[in-house]
Nanobody, 115 residues
């Protein structure tokens, strides 16, 4: 059974940084794509960034240049480094991993950016 443990959310001021982590377990085969989505109140869930097992990253235009995604395959962990945070980055951030073509979601971690 795949389990995802997210950490690193919190309350920060605009311009500050946070790093989110998501540790995945429950697969002897490792994981395919790993990434982060976010959902702000009243809005649809949107992709923030994802990264393949080979390290190819895809970053949303809204965060490009400010956010960086990385992963440690040995630890089955994906990271989202968020710099120069803006109030519009406020949302619940969800970890997303793919294992054998099945998508799994974390429970979500709140990121709040005050102006």
């Amino acid at each position: 059974q795949v389990q995802l443990v997210e950490s690193g959310g919190g309350l920060v001021q605009a311009g500050e940084s946070l790093r989110l982590s998501c540790a995945a377990s429950g697969s002897i085969f490792g994981f395919g794509s790993m990434g982060w989505y976010r959902q702000a109140p009243g809005k649809q869930r949107e992709l923030v960034a994802d990264i393949t097992s080979g390290g190819s990253a895809n970053i949303a235009d809204s965060v490009k240049g400010r956010f960086t995604i990385s992963r440690d395959n040995a630890k089955n962990t994906v990271y989202l480094q968020m710099n120069s945070l803006k109030p519009e980055d406020t949302a619940v951030y969800y970890c997303n991993v793919v294992r054998l073509r099945i998508t799994h979601w974390g429970q979500g971690t709140q990121v709040t950016v005050s102006s």
